[in-house]
């Protein structure tokens, strides 16, 4: 069984920070690209941030520049560090990883994700 648990949301004010954190558990074998997605209510969720296991990132437009994704392999960890937070940054954000798990008499890469975290913005 393999976990993702995510901590570090949160209600902040216009301009503020926030950093989320997201650790990946259970059976491992090895964890490829890592990832943050946000869902605001009435919408689909949407990618905001992506880091390889070479530590290679690709952003959503709409947070170049404020945010951070990076990674600790040794601690099976990703995180998000968001500054100059905005209103519309609210949404629940979630994050994903790709793992590769054993899978009967091979190994198998699969998606997971967290159970979400809350991020709201006060103006």
């Known amino acids: 069984q393999v976990q993702l648990v995510e901590s570090g949301g949160g209600l902040v004010q216009a301009g503020g920070s926030l950093r989320l954190s997201c650790a990946a558990s259970?059976?491992?074998?090895?964890?490829?690209?890592m990832g943050w997605y946000c869902q605001a209510p009435g919408k689909q969720r949407e990618l905001v941030a992506r880091?390889?296991?070479?530590?290679?990132?690709n952003y959503a437009d709409s947070v170049k520049g404020r945010f951070t994704i990076s990674r600790d392999n040794a601690k099976n960890t990703v995180y998000l560090q968001m500054n100059s937070l905005k209103p519309e940054d609210t949404a629940v954000y979630y994050c994903?990883?790709?793992?590769?798990?054993?899978?009967?008499?091979?190994?198998?890469?699969?998606?997971?994700w967290g159970q979400g975290t809350q991020v709201a913005v006060s103006s």
């Open positions: 259970g059976s491992i074998f090895s964890i490829n690209a």
């Open positions: 994903n990883a790709q793992i590769v798990v054993r899978d009967g008499m091979s190994w198998n890469q699969r998606d997971y």
């Open positions: 880091i390889t296991s070479g530590g290679s990132t």
